[in-house]
C-alpha cells in the first residue's frame, strides 16, 4: 500500500527536480501580487489623505514613514533571518532544526516588537523632529504615530511569520496572506477616514486593523494548516542562543538596509526641508511611493528566487543555484527598464493621482521624480545580489552590499551635494549614488560567479570518483 506524499516530501521533489525557470514563475506569481497589493495599500493611505485631508498632512505621513521602517526593519530581521535558515535546513532535510529556527524566531519577534513599541512611545518627540516634522505638520504625524506604535507587536508577527510561510515554499499561502491584510486595509481607509471622519487616525486604525487580521491568518497556518511544511511548536519557542545568532547573522542585512533606509529619509526630509520645504517633503512621500512599486516589484523576484537558492545552496545543486541568480538578474532588469520608461512617460499622472489642489507641488514633484529615479534602470540587478548573498548565508558580503547604496554612497552625496547646487543636489544625489554602487555590486557578482562555477565542479568531479 502507498503512503500518502507529505508537505515536506512533496517540497523536497519540487525544489530538486522542477525546472529553475517553472519553480521561478510559480513563486514569483504570489509573491508578486502579495507585496505589490501590501504597497498598495500603504499608497492608499497617502492617497486618501493628500486628496481628503491636503499636502501638509501627507508631508506629516512622510514624516511618519522612516519611523515605520525602522518597525518593519524588525520584522524582516527576524523574518527574513528565520526564512533563510528554514529554506536551508529543509534542503539539508533536518526538518526539526527548521522548526527550531521557527520557534526560536517566534520568541524573538514577541520581545524585539514589545522593545521596539516602548522605545518608539519613550522617544517619539525627539524621532519625529528628527524625521523632518515642522510645526506645520507636527500634529498630523504624531496623531498617526501614536496609534501605529500600539501595533508594533502586530506588525512584526505578521510580517515575520508571513516570510517565514514563503521560505518554506507555500508562495501562494503567503500571497493570501496579503491579499487578506491589504483587503482589510482598503476596504476600511474610506469608511474610517470619510465616513466617520477620522482623518489621519483614521488611516492609521486601518492600517492596525489590518496587520492584527494578518496575525491571526499567519499564526494558524502554523499551528492548524495541513498545508504547512514545519509547525510551531511550544518546546521549539525556547530560545536556543545558536539558533537566535544564526537568525541574527542572515537578517542583520536586511534589518540595517531599512534602518539606513530610514536614516537616509530623515536626512534626505531635512536637506529638502531646507532647500524645498514643507512641499518638497511632501514631493518626496509621493516619489518614495512610487519608486517603492518598483523596488517591490524585484523583491517580489528575489522573494521566489530566495527558497530555491537556499535550498539548492543547502543540497550542494550548485548548477540550479547559478540558474536562479541569472533568471533573477534578467527578470528584475526588465522590471526596472519597464517601470522606469512608464515613470519618465507619465510624471504629471503619477503626481496628480496624490494631489491635484496644488499646482506648485506638482511642479516640484515631477522634477524631483524625474531627478530622483533617472537611473533605476541599474537598480534591480543590485537588490537581486543583496538578496542572493543572503540567501546562501553570506551575511557579511550580503550586509556591505546592502549598506553601499544608501550609506556609503548616498549620504555623503546628500550632505555634499545640496551645500552646491541646492534643491537640484538633493534630487541629484540618489542617481549619482545608483552608479557607484553598480559598479561594485558587479565585481561582487563576478566573483561569487566564478566561486560557484568552481563548487560545481568539484561536486561532478567527486560524483564520479564517489558514484
Known amino acids: 500500500m502507498n503512503r500518502p506524499v507529505t508537505s515536506q516530501q512533496q517540497k523536497t521533489l519540487e525544489m530538486e527536480t522542477k525546472s529553475i525557470g517553472r519553480l521561478m514563475w510559480q513563486y514569483f506569481v504570489p509573491s508578486f501580487i502579495g507585496v505589490m497589493v501590501n504597497s498598495l495599500y500603504n499608497i492608499v493611505d497617502r492617497v486618501y489623505i493628500g486628496q481628503g ?13 522612516p519611523i515605520m521602517i525602522i518597525g518593519a526593519a524588525f520584522g524582516m530581521m527576524i523574518g527574513i533571518g528565520s526564512g533563510v535558515r528554514v529554506s536551508i535546513n529543509l534542503g539539508k532535510k533536518d526538518f526539526s532544526r527548521a522548526e527550531q ?13 514589545v522593545l521596539y513599541t516602548i522605545a518608539g512611545y519613550a522617544l517619539k518627540d525627539p524621532l519625529l523632529r528628527w524625521f523632518g516634522a515642522t510645526g506645520a505638520t507636527y500634529d498630523f504625524a504624531q496623531e498617526y504615530l501614536d496609534i501605529i506604535l500600539a501595533g508594533g507587536l502586530f506588525q512584526t508577527v505578521g510580517f515575520s511569520l508571513n516570510n517565514i510561510i514563503r521560505a518554506e515554499g507555500n508562495a501562494r499561502i503567503a500571497m493570501y496572506s496579503m491579499l487578506l491584510s491589504a483587503g482589510v486595509n482598503i476596504v476600511l481607509d474610506p469608511i474610517l477616514i470619510f465616513g466617520f471622519g477620522m482623518g489621519v487616525a483614521g488611516a492609521a486604525w ?55 533606509s530610514s536614516a537616509v529619509q530623515a536626512i534626505l526630509n531635512t536637506r529638502l526641508i531646507t532647500y524645498g520645504g514643507d512641499l518638497a517633503v511632501s514631493a518626496i512621500g509621493i516619489i518614495n ?26 543540497a550542494l545543486q550548485f548548477g540550479r543555484v547559478k540558474e536562479t541568480l541569472k533568471l533573477s538578474m534578467l527578470s528584475a532588469t526588465l522590471v526596472s527598464v519597464f517601470t522606469w520608461a512608464i515613470i519618465m512617460s507619465f510624471p504629471d499622472f503619477i503626481v496628480k493621482l496624490f494631489n491635484t489642489s496644488d499646482p506648485e507641488l506638482l511642479a516640484i514633484g515631477v522634477h524631483g521624480l524625474r ?4 537611473m533605476l534602470p541599474i537598480v534591480g540587478f543590485q537588490i537581486v545580489a543583496g538578496n542572493y548573498f543572503q540567501a546562501v548565508g553570506k551575511a557579511s558580503t550580503s550586509l556591505f552590499l546592502t549598506l553601499l547604496r544608501q550609506v556609503l554612497a548616498l549620504i555623503p ?10 534643491l537640484e543636489g538633493v534630487w541629484g544625489a540618489m542617481p549619482l549614488a545608483d552608479i557607484f554602487s553598480a559598479c561594485v555590486v558587479t ?20 560524483s564520479v570518483i564517489f558514484p
Open 101 to 113: 529556527v521557527l520557534g526560536n524566531g517566534f520568541t524573538l519577534m514577541i520581545l524585539v516588537s
Open 413 to 422: 552625496l546628500l550632505l555634499i551635494l545640496p551645500t552646491f547646487f541646492g
Open 53 to 65: 485631508v491636503g499636502s501638509l498632512a501627507l508631508a506629516g505621513l512622510s514624516v511618519v514613514f
Open 443 to 462: 565585481f561582487f557578482l563576478t566573483r561569487e560567479w566564478k566561486q560557484l562555477s568552481r563548487k560545481e565542479l568539484a561536486v561532478m568531479e567527486s
Open 206 to 260: 486601518a492600517t492596525l486593523i489590518s496587520m492584527a487580521a494578518l496575525d491571526v491568518w499567519v499564526l494558524n497556518h502554523f499551528l492548524r494548516s495541513r498545508k504547512s511544511v514545519i509547525k510551531l511548536r511550544l518546546p521549539a519557542m525556547r530560545l536556543d542562543w545558536r539558533i537566535v545568532k544564526y537568525i541574527i547573522a542572515i537578517g542583520i542585512s536586511p534589518f540595517s538596509m531599512q534602518v539606513a
Open 371 to 374: 531627478i530622483f529615479l533617472f
Open 289 to 314: 511611493s512610487i519608486s517603492m512599486l518598483v523596488v517591490m516589484s524585484v523583491v517580489s523576484i528575489t522573494m521566489a528566487a530566495q527558497p530555491i537558492i537556499g535550498y539548492n545552496y543547502g
